[in-house]
């Protein structure tokens, strides 16, 4: 069974940088094209960032040119630099397939952002 592990979450003020990794085992993990999610309290999971397996990004607008996803595959893992934090910005934040989120989802890291 497929695991992802996720972290690197924890307090930061507003205007902070934290840098987020998943990774993952079990599973040919090169090929794959994966995602940040993250789920704010009181609301559904939403997409964040994804990365294809050669690397092309793309970013949902409430990050784009904040949030950085990138890709190390000899790891097994991909990375979130979250920039210019904002307290919009406290979820949980989880990794998985993209863009079907077939891959079991993970116990997430929080990131909390405050004011």
């Known amino acids: 069974q497929v695991q992802l592990a996720e972290s690197g979450g924890g307090l930061v003020q507003a205007g902070g940088s934290l840098r987020l990794s998943c990774t993952a085992s079990?599973?040919?993990?090169?090929?794959?094209?994966m995602g940040w999610y993250r789920q704010a309290p009181g609301k559904q999971r939403e997409l964040v960032a994804t990365?294809?397996?050669?690397?092309?990004?793309n970013y949902e607008d409430p990050v784009k040119g904040r949030f950085t996803i990138s890709r190390d595959n000899n790891k097994n893992t991909v990375y979130l630099q979250m920039n210019s934090l904002k307290p919009e910005d406290t979820a949980v934040y989880y990794c998985?397939?993209?863009?079907?989120?077939?891959?079991?989802w993970g116990k997430g890291t929080l990131v909390t952002v405050s004011s």
């Open positions: 079990r599973i040919i993990f090169s090929i794959i094209s």
């Open positions: 998985n397939s993209h863009p079907i989120a077939a891959l079991g």
């Open positions: 990365i294809t397996s050669g690397g092309a990004t």
